[in-house]
């Protein structure tokens, strides 16, 4: 099993800046691809980044430039550097990891962080 903590969220203004973090543990060795996804509210869960363990990266096109993904491997974390906030990027974030076998994927989500970003 792999346990996720997602820490960072808040309250900011439009323009602003947060980083989000997430720290895995448990069995975080069998961990291959991670990412953050959002949920804003009354909407279905997105994808926002997506990196793998060489640290190749993809974004969702409406935070290409804005958000930066990042891990640190022998740590076990992720990080999510989000600039130039807008309210649209108002949602809970959520880390996932990519686990288990070929044959046997697990994925992992973490409990979330509300990031809130006013007018």
């Known amino acids: 099993q792999v346990q996720l903590a997602e820490s960072g969220g808040g309250l900011v203004q439009a323009g602003g800046s947060l980083t989000l973090s997430c720290a895995a543990s448990?069995?975080?060795?069998?961990?291959?691809?991670m990412g953050w996804y959002r949920q804003p509210p009354g909407k279905e869960r997105e994808l926002v980044a997506y990196?793998?363990?060489?640290?190749?990266?993809s974004y969702a096109g409406s935070v290409e430039g804005r958000f930066t993904i990042s891990r640190v491997n022998d740590k076990n974390l992720l990080y999510l550097r989000m600039n130039s906030l807008q309210p649209e990027d108002t949602a809970a974030y959520y880390c996932r990891a990519d686990g288990g076998t070929v044959a046997t994927p697990v994925i992992y989500w973490g409990q979330g962080t509300q990031v809130t970003v006013s007018s």
């Open positions: 448990g069995m975080a060795s069998s961990i291959k691809a």
């Open positions: 990196i793998k363990t060489d640290g190749t990266s």
